[in-house]
């Protein structure tokens, strides 16, 4: 057990499930949903996206006592109603999510060029940036991978019947597959290749 890494991945997580989040309720609101907006969700405060569970104690555990990663942000409320697109839409917002961790990751890789002596806990950030938007584009509600299933036609009664038991189904995929070691070292091969490609 690690309990200085543990403390380092649930700050790093933290950091970049905020530009998550915002960037849900940016572009829900850019389609016509105030929602995020009336909820206070179009914000870089990190209070305003912390779910104290998915985004502190159980990024913790698992990373203390399995080595994996597993956490989430508090989700952002948008009604398919009025975002233009409808559930076309809502995949957009979606998408925005898993897209604003790939920028992150690219973020930190650029850092890395300057801040030499923290090239350790850069990779560290852009590979959990990576690993949180493989994770989010899982179709398994509710993730945000899920929102295409809704696009799909699939009924919503179904999609909620599915997403009570969403948690497990998450749990079960990650640690006894090999999803949760693909997603692994797809996450730091494709941050090495970044930290590379801005090195020229």
Known sequence: MNWAQAGVDVIIFWMLTTPHEFAHAWVAEKLGDPTPREEGRVTLNPLA?????GTVILPALTSLFTGGFLGWGRPVNTNV???RGHYNGLVVVALAGPASNVVF???MAIIGLFWIDGQ???FRAAYL???????????V?????SKFLLAAKVPPQIYVEVARFGFLIILIAIFSTGLGRWM?????LTALKMFTFVRG
């Open 49 to 53: 996206h912390v779910d104290w569970m």
């Open 129 to 139: 940036s990576i690993y949180l938007a493989l994770f989010n584009l899982l179709p």
């Open 184 to 188: 692994s070292e797809a996450s730091a």
């Open 105 to 107: 990751a690219m973020v």
């Open 81 to 83: 109603a009025r975002l």
């Open 141 to 145: 509600p509710p993730l945000d991978g």
């Open 120 to 122: 350790q806990i850069l």
